[in-house]
């Protein structure tokens, strides 16, 4: 059960310190609302940036989440978990700490502490007539419980009618262009999944050729209406078309249409829908198509190919053509599905205006260890965009230069990068190659060597890049301290890349770093914003215990005094001064 795995230590661990005191902080503001336990899945509402919808379960011994937000898209306990899993600790604590003073064994706590089967229960105690009130009385309130109940009365009504009725019910659900701003998303949306757990009805009641019908249209409305809703916090109309495309491919599994106009269908579908509900539609629903569907698919995909011009550099790549995009990607999953590495080159190999396309090509065939079409493409694609060259394309060609030891080929297309754009990135590229060619320490030199004649010259000063910040950051990545505090000293490097240099430089020279945090103490302070007084106060927490290093105490006393008299009219940074 999750509420075996939900304590504060527990949500601690899985966010971290200082995720986890955000989500303190949003609990403790109460941006917490709706949340409910049902099958043992937490779900609530959390008021932040946007309202984002959060669950909480317990998988495999541990606990599983669900927030739009982005922090957890990458994969993070993020602060809007936190909140809801301190809610809910909140709400039924007072009852664990009562049950545990009377002595309760844990698992009838735990039993009685479960609201859904509480609520369970007690509806199972409850006649027909009051359950039959409460329902309608919930239905005026709930839009969402009430389309539910009016699409299963009208069915009752004329059974006969299944399809017109789902359809009046899809209009109903999807509406008819009224804009739908983000904070009516999660209602929105909630109508959506209410009429795809209906369609799904229809699967399960042996409706199957009804729902290919339906599920189409759904699709098709849903669609159309991304353009006027606002769906960048969750991304609920992707998923609900996902959940749509899959019920209509079941459907169709179940209902085994007319191959051939299953197939017309479906390339009409695939070449006008942007989205993914039909996407790859040859392999996915090969085995309803069969021989017959599959043929007739191709056939209208190879007539459609054929009037797509080829592109080459001198023709250009033009404005994004999202019909060449569809059709394009159609025939790769031909070519693709029949395991002819030549037709998918064929069909990549229609476009060739840039230098990205004949990397495409190249991967393909290293993919199939194809090395030497491999090669013969890359130095093809390098070769025809002299003026516009690609990185990614240099770097293949490179690797593969090195699968032959012809490094020096290679170090040519990795240095000429470096050259043209100094930077960490390319100086760590250029270590990676350069240690695989056996010629890394020629190359530092020369990189260091060229870094510091563009500090000397007379136009460093006009480059849109700092060479004394670049020579400072690749010091500081091979952690040679010394040498990145000289660099910095010998042009303009960033407050960013200053702190980063005090805090190591600290380590053995306090003195050193002390004024480096004066003086972004100083400039955080005057930006006059409650953001910046927090990280002056993280700079001070960082000063103090130098000071004390340096056997000068007093000295940071004396400083906060300064401060204090230098901005006494900026008030709330005082007020931090005074918790500090």
Same mark, same amino acid.
């Given at each position: 059960?999750?509420?075996?795995? !939900?304590?504060?230590?527990?949500?601690?661990?899985?966010?971290?310190?200082?995720?986890?005191?955000?989500?303190?902080?949003?609990?403790?503001?109460?941006? %917490?609302?709706?949340?409910?336990?049902?099958?043992?899945?937490?779900?609530?509402?959390?008021?932040?940036?946007?309202?984002?919808? %959060?669950?909480?379960?317990?998988?495999?011994?541990?606990?599983?989440?669900?927030?739009?937000?982005?922090?957890?898209?990458?994969?993070?306990?993020?602060?809007?978990?936190?909140?809801?899993?301190?809610?809910?600790?909140?709400?039924?604590?007072?009852?664990?700490?009562?049950?545990?003073?009377?002595?309760?064994?844990?698992?009838?706590?735990?039993?009685?502490?479960?609201?859904?089967?509480?609520?369970?229960?007690?509806?199972?105690?409850?006649?027909?007539?009051?359950?039959?009130a409460w329902l309608l009385e919930t239905a005026k309130r709930d839009d969402?419980?009430?389309?539910? *109940?009016?699409?299963?009365?009208r069915r009752a009504v004329d059974p006969a009618s299944t399809i017109k009725?789902?359809?009046?019910?899809?209009?109903?659900?999807?509406?008819?262009?009224?804009?739908?701003?983000?904070?009516?998303?999660?209602?929105?949306?909630?109508?959506?999944?209410?009429?795809?757990?209906?369609?799904?009805?229809?699967?399960?009641?042996?409706?199957?050729?009804?729902?290919?019908?339906?599920?189409?249209?759904?699709?098709?409305?849903?669609?159309?209406?991304?353009?006027?809703?606002?769906?960048?916090?969750?991304?609920?109309?992707?998923?609900?078309?996902?959940? !749509?495309?899959?019920?209509?491919?079941?459907?169709?599994?179940?209902?085994?249409?007319?191959?051939?106009?299953?197939?017309?269908?479906?390339?009409?579908?695939?070449?006008?829908?942007?989205?993914?509900?039909?996407?790859?539609?040859?392999?996915?629903?090969?085995?309803?198509?069969?021989?017959?569907?599959?043929?007739?698919?191709?056939?209208?995909?190879?007539?459609?190919?054929?009037?797509?011009?080829?592109?080459?550099?001198?023709?250009?790549?033009?404005?994004?053509?999202?019909?060449?995009?569809?059709?394009?990607?159609?025939?790769?999953?031909?070519?693709?599905?029949?395991?002819?590495?030549?037709?998918?080159?064929?069909?990549?190999?229609?476009?060739?205006?840039?230098?990205?396309?004949?990397?495409?090509?190249?991967?393909?065939?290293?993919?199939?260890?194809?090395?030497?079409?491999?090669?013969?493409?890359?130095?093809?694609?390098? =070769?025809?965009?002299?003026?516009?060259?690609?990185?990614?394309?240099?770097?293949?060609?490179?690797?593969?230069?090195?699968?032959?030891?012809?490094?020096?080929?290679?170090?040519?297309?990795?240095?000429?990068?470096?050259?043209?754009?100094?930077? !960490?990135?390319?100086?760590?590229?250029?270590?990676?190659?350069?240690?695989?060619?056996?010629?890394?320490? =020629?190359?530092?030199?020369?990189?260091?060597?060229?870094?510091?004649?563009?500090?000397?010259?007379?136009?460093?000063?006009?480059?849109?890049?700092?060479?004394?910040?670049? *020579?400072?950051?690749?010091?500081?990545?091979?952690?040679?301290?010394?040498?990145?505090?000289?660099?910095?000293?010998?042009? %303009?490097?960033?407050?960013?890349?200053? *702190?980063?240099?005090?805090?190591?430089?600290?380590?053995?020279?306090?003195?050193?770093? %002390?004024?480096?945090?004066?003086?972004?103490?100083?400039?955080?302070?005057?930006?006059?914003?409650?953001?910046?007084?927090?990280?002056?106060?993280?700079?001070?927490?960082?000063?103090?215990?130098?000071?004390?290093?340096?056997?000068?105490?007093?000295?940071?006393?004396?400083?906060?005094?300064?401060?204090?008299?230098?901005?006494?009219?900026?008030?709330?940074?005082?007020?931090?001064?005074?918790?500090?």
């Open positions: 059960m999750l509420a075996d795995h !939900l304590s504060p230590t527990k949500l601690k661990e899985l966010a971290g310190e200082t995720v986890f005191a955000r989500g303190e902080s949003y609990f403790n503001s109460a941006a %917490v609302s709706r949340m409910k336990m049902a099958d043992d899945v937490l779900s609530a509402w959390v008021a932040g940036s946007y309202p984002y919808t %959060v669950k909480l379960w317990e998988a495999e011994g541990g606990i599983e989440y669900e927030c739009a937000c982005p922090h957890a898209d990458e994969g993070n306990f993020c602060k809007h978990c936190v909140a809801v899993g301190l809610a809910w600790l909140s709400e039924n604590g007072a009852w664990l700490a009562e049950n545990e003073a009377a002595g309760e064994p844990k698992s009838a706590k735990k039993k009685k502490n479960n609201p859904w089967q509480a609520i369970t229960e007690f509806v199972g105690l409850q006649d027909a007539a009051t359950l039959a969402a419980l009430y389309e539910n *109940l009016l699409l299963k009365a009725i789902f359809r009046t019910a899809i209009d109903r659900a999807v509406g008819r262009g009224r804009f739908v701003d983000w904070n009516e998303m999660p209602t929105y949306a909630a109508g959506l999944e209410n009429l795809a757990d209906s369609l799904t009805e229809l699967l399960q009641q042996g409706q199957a050729a009804a729902l290919v019908d339906l599920a189409e249209y759904a699709i098709t409305r849903v669609e159309a209406a991304c353009e006027y809703v606002d769906d960048s916090n969750g991304g609920e109309m992707s998923v609900m078309l996902a959940r !749509l495309g899959e019920l209509h491919y079941q459907a169709c599994s179940a209902a085994s249409p007319e191959p051939v106009a299953l197939a017309e269908r479906l390339f009409k579908y695939e070449m006008a829908h942007e989205l993914d509900a039909f996407d790859d539609c040859l392999g996915r629903y090969a085995q309803v198509l069969g021989k017959q569907g599959s043929a007739r698919y191709k056939q209208l995909a190879e007539e459609e190919w054929r009037k797509v011009e080829p592109r080459t550099q001198e023709t250009g790549r033009g404005d994004y053509d999202s019909h060449r995009w569809r059709i394009t990607r159609i025939m790769e999953n031909i070519a693709e599905l029949s395991g002819d590495v030549e037709a998918l080159v064929t069909v990549k190999s229609r476009d060739l205006s840039s230098a990205w396309n004949y990397l495409g090509i190249a991967e393909i065939y290293r993919k199939h260890r194809l090395h030497d079409q491999a090669l013969e493409w890359a130095e093809r694609g390098v =070769t025809a965009f002299p003026n516009k060259p690609d990185n990614h394309l240099r770097d293949f060609l490179a690797e593969e230069y090195l699968r032959r030891k012809r490094n020096d080929e290679a170090m040519r297309l990795i240095w000429v990068q470096f050259a043209e754009q100094p930077g !960490l990135d390319h100086y760590q590229k250029l270590h990676r190659f350069a240690e695989q060619a056996g010629l890394w320490k =020629t190359f530092r030199l020369q990189a260091l060597a060229y870094l510091d004649n563009l500090i000397a010259s007379p136009s460093s000063k006009r480059h849109y890049f700092s060479p004394a910040a670049i *020579l400072t950051e690749i010091y500081l990545w091979e952690k040679n301290i010394a040498a990145a505090w000289a660099a910095a000293s010998q042009g %303009v490097i960033s407050d960013q890349l200053w *702190l980063k240099l005090a805090a190591v430089r600290a380590v053995d020279h306090p003195a050193d770093a %002390v004024p480096i945090y004066r003086r972004l103490i100083e400039t955080a302070v005057g930006h006059t914003n409650n953001t910046a007084y927090d990280d002056a106060i993280k700079l001070l927490k960082k000063l103090e215990p130098l000071w004390a290093r340096l056997d000068s105490p007093t000295d940071f006393g004396q400083y906060i005094a300064q401060l204090r008299a230098q901005y006494k009219a900026k008030r709330n940074f005082i007020k931090l001064l005074d918790k500090l």
